[in-house]
Every structure is written in structure tokens, then in C-alpha cells.
Nanobody, 117 residues
Framework: QVQLVESGGGLVQAGGSLRLSCSAS????????MGWFRQAPGKERAFVAA??????NYADFVKGRFTISRDNAKNTVYLQMNSLKPEDTAVYYC????????????WGQGTQVTVSS
């Protein structure tokens, strides 16, 4: 059974930084595509970033501010968030795509990020 557990969320002032972590258990995920999504109140879940063996990609609204990385030895993926804005406030979810074809099969429970102005 695959489990994804996020951590690192919290309250931060605008301009600040947070680093989210997603720990995967149950399988070795080194070949999987891993991603981060977010859902703000009253809005649909949105793609934030993904990392695969050929590289990473980002939503336009986080380019230059957020960085996704992974440590396969620790089965962990990270999201470093800098220059945070109030509009980044959301629940952030980690997701795994074993196929690498955009099928996000596994999801974490989410971690709240709140950015105050």
C-alpha cells in the first residue's frame, strides 16, 4: 500500500519561505513522476510542479519562486517555496504518477500553507 505524507506547511508572512516535504512509503518511487498540487478555498485543485527523470516543470504562477526536488534514497520529494504571496495560500498535496503519463494515482492528505499579507 503506497502512502504519501506531506509535512512542512504553516503560517508565513508574505515574502517568506517554506519547504514542504512528501515522504513516500510502501514502494520504491525513484522512477515515478512526483508532483505537487494545491487547492485554495472555493477553487479547484491546481497543478504546481512535477519532477521526473528528465527534469521538472512548473505552473506559470510559481516559476522562479518554487523549486521541486527529490531524494530517492529517502523516498522524499520537496517543494521549496520562496517569495510567498497571499495568493499562494492553499492546501498543498503531494501526488505520485507511477506511469509517467499524467495519471496521478496516489495522493497525500495535504498540508495547509497560509501566507499573511
Amino acid at each position: 500500500q503506497v502512502q504519501l505524507v506531506e509535512s512542512g506547511g504553516g503560517l508565513v508572512q508574505a515574502g517568506g519561505s517554506l519547504r514542504l516535504s512528501c515522504s513516500a512509503s510502501g514502494r520504491t518511487f525513484s522512477s515515478w513522476t512526483m508532483g505537487w498540487f494545491r487547492q485554495a478555498p472555493g477553487k479547484e485543485r491546481a497543478f504546481v510542479a512535477a519532477i521526473r527523470w528528465i527534469g521538472s516543470n512548473y505552473a506559470d504562477f510559481v516559476k522562479g519562486r518554487f523549486t521541486i526536488s527529490r531524494d530517492n534514497a529517502k523516498n522524499t520529494v520537496y517543494l521549496q517555496m520562496n517569495s510567498l504571496k497571499p495568493e499562494d495560500t492553499a492546501v498543498y498535496y503531494c501526488a505520485a504518477d507511477p506511469s509517467g503519463e499524467g495519471s496521478w494515482t496516489y495522493w497525500g492528505q495535504g498540508t495547509q500553507v497560509t501566507v499573511s499579507s
